[in-house]
């Protein structure tokens, strides 16, 4: 998309925060977030706590603990209208199978279906099935992947998670066309299958990796299973005693260089439980009878409309990259090219402590299909406005702690009063400057019951800025669904979860939760994660 296609470039900036960060001011935010964890690991260290206890005091010895939230209805959906209480125990439960309910666009882009087999024996069969298309029509390979996973701990960065250790055994691969092998034969050297791609019977499984050899072949592919090092189980219980089993594996590092040994501090797009999944699925039916020799073809589904008139919100507590927990709502105003976004950023995995309020505002410009992935659409976003709300004393404190003109009116903020950042140009110390631009990639899909998700592009990793069309998103955020007009956001309630396990209790007091902030705010400036995603 051409600048000289624009008069104006309007747009929404999904956020960004420390471009411009000079390399001494870097130094100390990464010497300031290292003593802050070291400071809340020994305050939890110092009360005896467990292996299975979530590392953020105060909380009593327990062998593992259990997250409740009931989510109120989202916005439009009259089959929501009963709450729907959700549980998060930790360690997890992972016996069994667990499949996509959709194809599933990873950074590159790659398009991949998976089945993934956990026994209690810690033993765990994965299947991961790649295709040509953004619609997982036209097979590619097929990896078989057999493993140990071992369960440590809760984690200690990503709250609510828990960290987890895996054992390679054996990875075959299978390819499945012509195409597939003439693409294959390019990135991997033919000692990695034993003979010459060229030669490779479609069909057939051939070794890649095995506990005796190394791990060039899979290092060609860009395979990596780090993502089983960071597992997360919820349970969503409906009306008449039905459930949901989601099953949230670590985020795939965005940038391809960094995948096979980047440790995971985010989640993946989640699989479900195939005893447990939602109704109708007919994806998780194919993806559950397949195999590496037959992978799943899912049916064709015609692309949805681009049509971003109204208000999409989030469906979920959604967890970020580098300790951030968020819900979002974005209203379009197509008509004017203009949008606002509100993010709600808490403390917990379960966003019930909120820490403070953003909204954005600005304009945006429609592109031209993306040539990457079908039916996508490339898009520029301009933020001009920023409004933030204190929601807690602590936040208040930092932000009131900042110099004059840097951050809104200096030595004013108040828990609960909002503050534009427009007269100060943003808020140096939450690495929002203004205006900003950022090259966007959004996609409208229609979900099991029909109704419109939006998807929009997945914030880079590192936390850089999409602030040039070769570093436009190549994948997606968790998608957002569309309230009606006139209909509220989905608000949520904490409870506990029965008498065998604890609510989670993340409300600390006084100089822990002075702690706390200050880690999200400058792990939040170090890593440009701060609030649009």
Same mark, same amino acid.
């Given at each position: 998309?051409?600048?000289?296609?624009?008069?104006?470039?309007?747009? =929404?900036?999904?956020?960004?925060?420390?471009?411009?960060?000079?390399?001494?001011?870097?130094?100390?935010?990464?010497?300031?977030?290292?003593?802050?964890?070291?400071?809340?690991?020994?305050?939890?260290?110092?009360?005896?706590?467990?292996?299975?206890?979530?590392?953020?005091?105060?909380?009593?010895?327990?062998?593992?603990?259990?997250? =409740?939230?009931?989510?109120?209805?989202?916005?439009?959906?009259?089959? $929501?209208?009963?709450?729907?209480?959700? /549980?998060?125990?930790?360690?997890?439960?992972?016996?069994?199978?667990?499949?996509?309910?959709?194809?599933?666009?990873?950074?590159?882009?790659?398009?991949?279906?998976?089945?993934? @087999?956990? +026994?209690?024996?810690?033993?765990?069969?994965?299947?991961?099935?790649?295709? /040509?298309?953004?619609? *997982?029509?036209?097979?590619?390979?097929?990896?078989?992947?057999?493993?140990?996973?071992?369960?440590?701990? #809760?984690?200690?960065? @990503?709250?609510?998670?828990?960290?987890?250790?895996? +054992?390679?055994?054996?990875?075959?691969?299978?390819?499945?066309?012509?195409?597939?092998?003439?693409?294959?034969?390019?990135?991997?050297?033919?000692? *990695?299958?034993?003979?010459?791609?060229?030669?490779?019977?479609?069909?057939?499984?051939? &070794?890649?990796?095995?506990?005796?050899?190394?791990?060039?072949?899979?290092?060609?592919?860009?395979?990596?299973?780090?993502?089983?090092?960071?597992?997360?189980?919820?349970?969503?219980?409906?009306? +008449?005693?039905?459930?949901?089993? &989601?099953?949230?594996?670590?985020?795939?590092?965005?940038?391809?260089?960094?995948?096979?040994?980047?440790?995971?501090?985010?989640?993946?797009?989640?699989?479900?439980?195939?005893?447990?999944?939602?109704?109708?699925?007919?994806?998780?039916?194919?993806?559950?009878?397949?195999?590496?020799?037959?992978?799943?073809? $899912?049916?064709?589904?015609?692309?949805?409309?681009? #049509?971003?008139?109204?208000?999409?919100?989030?469906?979920?507590?959604?967890?970020?990259?580098?300790?951030?927990?968020? @819900?979002?709502?974005?209203?379009?105003?197509?008509?004017?090219?203009?949008?606002?976004?509100?993010? +709600?950023?808490?403390?917990?995995?379960?966003?019930?402590?909120?820490?403070?309020?953003?909204?954005?505002?600005?304009?945006?410009?429609?592109?031209?299909?993306?040539?990457?992935?079908?039916?996508?659409?490339?898009?520029?976003?301009?933020?001009?406005?920023?409004?933030?709300?204190? $929601?807690?004393?602590?936040?208040?404190?930092?932000?009131?702690?900042?110099?004059?003109?840097? *951050?809104?009116?200096?030595?004013?903020?108040?828990?609960?009063?909002?503050?534009?950042?427009?007269?100060?140009?943003?808020?140096?110390?939450?690495?929002?400057?203004?205006?900003?631009?950022?090259?966007?990639?959004?996609?409208?899909?229609?979900?099991?019951?029909?109704?419109?998700?939006?998807?929009?592009?997945?914030?880079?990793?590192?936390?850089?800025?999409?602030?040039?069309?070769?570093?436009?998103?190549?994948?997606?955020?968790?998608?957002?669904?569309?309230?009606?007009?006139?209909?509220?956001?989905?608000?949520?309630?904490?409870?506990?979860?029965?008498?065998?396990?604890?609510?989670?209790?993340?409300?600390?007091?006084?100089?822990?939760?002075?702690?706390?902030?200050?880690?999200?705010?400058?792990?939040? #400036?170090?890593?440009?994660?701060?609030?649009?995603?």
């Amino acid at each position: 998309m051409r600048e000289t296609g624009f008069k104006l470039y309007i747009g =929404s900036y999904l956020h960004n925060i420390e471009g411009n960060m000079s390399h001494g001011r870097l130094a100390h935010l990464l010497n300031a977030v290292w003593a802050l964890w070291l400071w809340q690991a020994a305050l939890v260290a110092g009360t005896g706590s467990e292996l299975w206890e979530v590392p953020t005091p105060p909380f009593s010895s327990s062998a593992n603990y259990s997250e =409740s939230s009931q989510w109120e209805p989202y916005c439009q959906y009259r089959h $929501l209208q009963d709450r729907v209480r959700i /549980t998060a125990d930790i360690p997890p439960r992972l016996d069994g199978t667990w499949v996509s309910t959709r194809c599933e666009v990873r950074p590159g882009p790659e398009y991949i279906t998976r089945s993934y @087999t956990f +026994h209690s024996s810690r033993q765990f069969r994965a299947l991961q099935h790649y295709y /040509t298309d953004s619609g *997982c029509e036209s097979p590619a390979y097929s990896l078989m992947i057999r493993g140990k996973l071992r369960l440590r701990q #809760a984690s200690w960065i @990503t709250r609510g998670g828990t960290e987890a250790e895996h +054992h390679l055994s054996k990875v075959g691969i299978v390819v499945h066309s012509p195409v597939a092998m003439q693409r294959l034969a390019a990135r991997l050297p033919p000692v *990695c299958v034993g003979l010459a791609l060229g030669r490779t019977v479609p069909g057939r499984l051939y &070794e890649l990796y095995n506990a005796r050899a190394g791990r060039a072949c899979l290092g060609a592919l860009g395979f990596s299973m780090m993502e089983m090092d960071l597992v997360r189980v919820e349970t969503q219980h409906h009306s +008449h005693g039905r459930k949901v089993q &989601e099953l949230f594996l670590g985020d795939i590092h965005t940038d391809w260089t960094q995948r096979t040994h980047y440790r995971p501090t985010g989640y993946q797009q989640p699989l479900q439980h195939v005893m447990h999944h939602v109704h109708p699925c007919p994806v998780c039916a194919l993806v559950y009878r397949s195999s590496e020799q037959r992978p799943p073809v $899912l049916p064709h589904t015609p692309a949805a409309p681009l #049509a971003l008139e109204g208000r999409w919100v989030s469906q979920r507590c959604e967890a970020r990259p580098a300790v951030l927990f968020l @819900t979002q709502d974005f209203t379009f105003h197509p008509d004017q090219h203009a949008w606002e976004g509100v993010y +709600h950023h808490y403390s917990d995995p379960a966003c019930s402590q909120p820490t403070f309020t953003l909204r954005a505002s600005g304009h945006y410009a429609q592109g031209n299909p993306s040539v990457k992935i079908s039916g996508a659409t490339e898009f520029v976003f301009k933020v001009t406005k920023v409004r933030v709300t204190a $929601l807690e004393e602590s936040t208040a404190k930092v932000l009131n702690g900042t110099r004059p003109g840097n *951050c809104g009116r200096a030595g004013g903020w108040e828990v609960g009063v909002e503050q534009d950042l427009t007269s100060t140009d943003g808020c140096t110390v939450l690495g929002i400057k203004l205006p900003h631009k950022e090259y966007e990639l959004f996609k409208i899909e229609l979900n099991h019951r029909k109704h419109p998700l939006l998807f929009i592009g997945e914030r880079p990793t590192d936390g850089s800025s999409p602030d040039r069309p070769q570093r436009r998103p190549t994948s997606f955020q968790a998608p957002m669904v569309l309230c009606s007009e006139g209909e509220t956001l989905p608000s949520h309630r904490y409870g506990g979860s029965g008498s065998n396990s604890k609510q989670v209790q993340l409300a600390a007091s006084g100089t822990e939760r002075l702690a706390q902030l200050a880690l999200l705010v400058l792990g939040s #400036a170090l890593c440009s994660w701060l609030w649009l995603y």
